[in-house]
T-cell receptor, first 117, second 112 residues
């Protein structure tokens, strides 16, 4: 199967600090990775799409200067929440689309719970 | 405007019976549909998918049916097991390298 990992799984930080979340595709190359956010009892909200070697495409309403995305390689994308505030507390999930093959299925990481105090 | 709709926020089914989760979509350009299962505080897990050129895909206890004329798909789980209790998301993809569009999910509870 296709495995996507996220690190850390849980982070608690003080308001004003920056938090970096890593997303790795462990057994396949991902030309495209996606970052989602989920609020309690809500659906997945797409934040941005990142393609390896190029700038991320952000969804409307998502601040690109606040949520920095870097897709440095075919197996790694990072999301940095800069100057985090309590309203940024959420469940962040990354997803990777396998390069080649069918390419349609997105595989999700286990998620990162961010709590900003 | 919600392009993928899961109109039932929750569903309860007895163990051993069939669970039917429904999903409607509005964009006729969608060419690939997927179902994901999600437990609390975990990422979604891919379950099963179907291409728009097919009307049925089966994998073990899971079957997805697609009715393109009605823009409707459904996920059948039979027999339902308590471990199937989770939130199920329907997702669709327009052609090309575009992100999936998700429904809001249906919470399935399988009662022993």
């Amino acid at each position: 199967g296709a495995v996507v990992s996220q690190h850390p799984s849980r982070v608690i930080c003080k308001s004003g600090t920056s938090v970096k979340i890593e997303c790795r595709s462990l057994d396949f190359q991902a030309t495209t990775m996606f970052w989602y956010r989920q609020f309690p009892k809500q659906s997945l909200m797409l934040m941005a799409t990142s393609n390896e070697g190029s700038k991320a495409t952000y969804e409307q309403g998502v601040e690109k200067d606040k949520f920095l995305i870097n897709h440095a390689s075919l197996t790694l994308s990072t999301l940095t929440v800069t100057s985090a505030h309590p309203e940024d507390s959420s469940f962040y999930i990354c997803s990777a689309r396998r390069a080649g093959g069918l390419g349609e299925t997105q595989y999700f990481g286990p998620g990162t719970r961010l709590l900003v105090l | 405007d919600q392009q993928v709709k899961q109109n039932s926020p929750s569903l309860s089914v007895q163990e051993g019976r069939i669970s039917i989760l429904n999903c409607d979509y509005t964009n006729s350009m969608f060419d690939y549909f997927l179902w994901y299962k999600k437990y609390p505080a975990e990422g979604p897990t891919f379950l099963i998918s179907i291409s728009s050129i097919k009307d049925k895909n089966e994998d073990g206890r899971f079957t997805v049916f697609l009715n393109k004329s009605a823009k409707h798909l459904s996920l059948h789980i039979v027999p339902s097991q308590p471990g199937d209790s989770a939130v199920y998301f329907c997702a669709a993809r327009p052609s090309g390298n575009t992100p999936l569009v998700f429904g809001k999910g249906t919470r399935l509870s399988v009662i022993a």
